[in-house]
């Protein structure tokens, strides 16, 4: 079965009309990069010596074991938000009320909530309040709450997204409520979302740069701090800009082909990597759906 067409496809007319737009929108990226080449090479900034630091040892390690204290703190982070986002998804789906009330007001709350404000609360805050601990957990902890809310969200739609056969399944087995879900429909979910989930892990990894306004030392701190001792910001930031997209290039990749394996698998079944905001609607349309099949 083939997708609709969304649009009419290009006469012509149309194609060179393209074609202009394109040769033109790159005439001007080229002569705005050469603009910018040049005030650069007028200001110095091209230099080899603004960038012979970066090719130091000492600078390079310092700089990696920055980028090692990123990948530390998003790896334990996405761990604990998705063991609390999948509790908060079975909450938001329980049968009691009083639970469901709960896990949806946190959800809904803390999805909202500004991740800068949680990292400055949580290394700022807390400490007045006695709450004193190393700075990598302060970020883990605002990490943990906001992304726990979105996967919650993620591992929510991918159960809703499951054939309701498959619950019923496990009842006929003897299964308990709890049981099926655990057992029978959480794991089937959970590969499902897998590529939802990595996409997820790269703005998590992306958002640990919002350590340095609690001076934790990862990567971004460490070009800044770099970049200030020999004063060449510009390059030192430009090189851990290339760190930054090197592990996000790895994570999006991994999502894009997880992606191709599971719709191979489960055909159009399977979630592709979306953001909270469409994962949201997926779960709305199917409890909607799920409600109408019922009347």
Known sequence: MTAPM???????????RVRLVSVAAGALIAAVLFVVMRRLTDKGQ???ARWEPLTQGSVIRFLLNGLLATLQVAAVAMVLAMVIGMVLA???LARAPAIRLVAGAYVEFFRGFPLLLLVLFAGLALPKYGVTLPVFWYLVLALVVYNSAIL???FRAGILSLDKGQTEAAHALGFSYWQAMLIVVV???ARRMVPAIVSQLVTLLKDTSLGFVIAYPELLRRARNTGEFFQNPLQTLFFAALLYIMVNLVLSRVARRLEVRQRRRYGA???TVAGAEDLTMTAVQAEAADQGGGE
């Open 6 to 16: 969304l649009a009419d496809a290009l006469g012509p007319r149309g194609r060179r």
């Open 269 to 271: 079944g399977a979630i």
């Open 187 to 189: 794991p089937q979910a």
């Open 90 to 92: 079975l909450g938001r």
């Open 152 to 154: 919650g969200e993620i």
């Open 46 to 48: 091209l230099d080899a």
